[in-house]
């Protein structure tokens, strides 16, 4: 078991679960234990677990961040139905680093998405959010000091 979360829609939680073949699968459980669902997480190649082995989900969305064959992060987003099935709401690729960071912030308008892109010499955050039909660049910032929501800017972004 990598990281859990409960409550994540009603009467479901989530758990992020390591596989022996070095994969992960997300997996929906119901208040009595029965498993409700469950998906391999497609993206990464290691899954550490995250900080206090919570899973970053809100408002029925969870996050996963692992790492890539050259070390470099990359997220992916997934949401859980009322039944208890995954939806991979990441797009085609994830949402991949240029760096071994990646991150989640929670907004006003639910989880968001960071990962640092790379340009000329310079690292910027690059925030996607959530608009309630795909995950889109919402701002970026400097990636120096802590990544603030209110350091959020378009100019910012490198692309």
């Known amino acids: 078991m990598l990281a859990t979360r409960s409550a994540v829609a009603p009467g479901l939680s989530a758990a992020l679960i390591g ?3 070095g994969r992960a699968v997300l997996v ?3 208040a009595n234990g029965a498993v409700a669902g469950a998906v391999n997480v497609p993206y990464g190649s290691q899954f550490p677990a995250p900080a206090g082995g919570a899973l970053p989900c809100e408002a029925g969305q969870c996050v996963v961040i692992a790492k890539q064959s050259d070390a470099n992060a990359i997220a992916s987003a997934f949401a859980l139905s009322a039944s208890g099935s995954w939806t ?3 797009g085609p690729e994830g949402f991949a ?3 071994p960071l990646a991150r989640t912030l929670v907004l006003p308008t639910g989880l968001a998405i960071a990962v640092q892109d790379r340009a000329g010499g310079v690292t910027v955050w690059t925030v996607r959010g959530w608009d309630r039909a795909r995950y889109s660049v919402i701002g970026c910032a400097a990636a120096t000091g802590t990544l603030a929501p209110q350091a959020l800017s378009m100019a910012t972004c490198l692309a």
């Open 28 to 30: 929906a459980v119901r």
């Open 97 to 99: 680093s240029q760096t």
């Open 19 to 21: 596989t022996s073949q």
């Open 88 to 90: 991979d709401v990441s």
